[in-house]
């Protein structure tokens, strides 16, 4: 599985920004995916999650302000990250995730990250 995230950039207190993330690959295998974060000096963090039925969660921080939301082709997962009302300590580098599922284990994909900025 390889995964592409995009979307990142710099915008102020209070604004909007989209993630997206592209999974390829063997993607008939994915199970959850999601979205992490991780600012300097802190350990990466769960940010919001999403089941391959549909099921979503979030982290305290970060509900009724951001939404996951999931959309899946034969031959590619797509999963975005609608963030609104940012604020200084969204600021990060924002991970996508997925879980690959077969028969005999459960591993872990990761896109290369891309950085978020929220001034104040």
């Known amino acids: 599985v390889q995964l592409q995230a995009s979307g990142g950039g710099l915008v102020q207190a209070g604004g909007s920004l989209r993630l997206s993330c592209r999974a390829s690959g063997s993607v008939i295998s994915i199970g959850n995916m999601g979205w992490y974060r991780q600012a300097p000096g802190n350990q990466r963090e769960l940010v919001a999650s999403?089941?391959?039925?549909?099921?979503?969660?979030?982290a305290e921080s970060v509900k009724d302000r951001f939404t996951i939301s999931r959309d899946t082709t034969v031959a590619v997962e797509m999963v975005y990250l609608e963030m609104k009302s940012l604020k200084p300590e969204d600021s990060a580098v924002y991970y996508c995730?997925?879980?690959?599922?077969?028969?005999?284990?459960?591993?872990?994909?990761w896109g290369q990250g891309t950085l978020v900025t929220v001034s104040s």
């Open positions: 995730h997925a879980q690959h599922v077969s028969w005999d284990r459960i591993r872990d994909f």
């Open positions: 999403i089941t391959s039925g549909g099921k979503e969660d979030y």
